[in-house]
Structure formats: structure tokens, C-alpha cells
């Protein structure tokens, strides 16, 4: 039932700046814990931020932890990832998920997947 979209993806310099969207549908996006994860070519996707239902709540793998930021605006079912200092290995496809609760989604136990958004760094 819920539909997720990411936005904002693209090409950035090295240490440069990248905010991405995910847009959600759904009556019961409230409900939802949400997180960001990543996958390179080549190798396994991988958990990158998560953010409980109320947004009180946040998780950050320890590769961006101090580098990127997640947050939500429920009233706008739009959640966000604020990536800084980005290195060319945060290259990836970024892709949104929602799950019933903050530990489902940091163990990538959701129940629903954005289409993803690519995110190229050059050195």
C-alpha cells in the first residue's frame, strides 16, 4: 500500500553536499519507521540511516555517521537524507524504505522499497 519515490540524486564533487527525498503514499506513512540504504555495483546493498515513526529517533551506519543526516516531515510524507563531505566511495544507488519499527529497518527487514536515486562522487 505504501509507495515510496526518491529524488535529488546526482553528481557531486568530493566533499561536496547532496540532499535526497523520498516521497511516500499512503494513509499509514506515520506509522512507518523509515531508513536510507545503498548499493554499489558489485556488492551488497547496505544500511545507511534509519528514523523512527515520530522522527525522535535516529540510526546511522558507522561509515556516515558524522557526514550525513536523516530526517522526516510527516506533514509532507517526505523523508530526507542530508549527505556532507561526501567521498567517491558514497557512490551508490540510494534507495528509501519503510518498516513497522526502527530495529526491523536497521536489519533491512522492511516491507517497502523506493526504486532508487543514483549518487556519483568524483575525486
Known amino acids: 500500500q505504501v509507495q515510496l519515490v526518491e529524488s535529488g540524486g546526482g553528481l557531486v564533487q568530493a566533499g561536496g553536499s547532496l540532499r535526497l527525498s523520498c516521497a511516500a503514499s499512503g494513509r499509514t506513512f506515520r506509522n512507518y519507521a523509515m531508513g536510507w540504504f545503498r548499493q554499489a555495483p558489485g556488492k551488497e546493498r547496505e544500511f545507511v540511516a534509519a528514523?523512527?515513526?515520530?522522527?525522535?529517533?535516529?540510526v546511522f551506519a558507522d561509515s556516515v555517521k558524522g557526514r550525513f543526516t536523516i530526517s522526516r516531515d510527516n506533514a509532507k510524507n517526505t523523508m530526507y537524507l542530508q549527505m556532507n563531505s561526501l567521498k567517491p566511495e558514497d557512490t551508490a544507488i540510494y534507495y528509501c524504505?519503510?518498516?513497522?519499527?526502527?530495529?526491523?529497518?536497521?536489519?533491512?527487514?522492511?516491507?517497502?522499497w523506493g526504486q532508487g536515486t543514483q549518487v556519483t562522487v568524483s575525486s
Open positions: 528514523i523512527s515513526w515520530s522522527g525522535a529517533g535516529t
Open positions: 524504505a519503510a518498516g513497522p519499527n526502527m530495529a526491523a529497518v536497521t536489519s533491512i527487514r522492511v516491507d517497502y
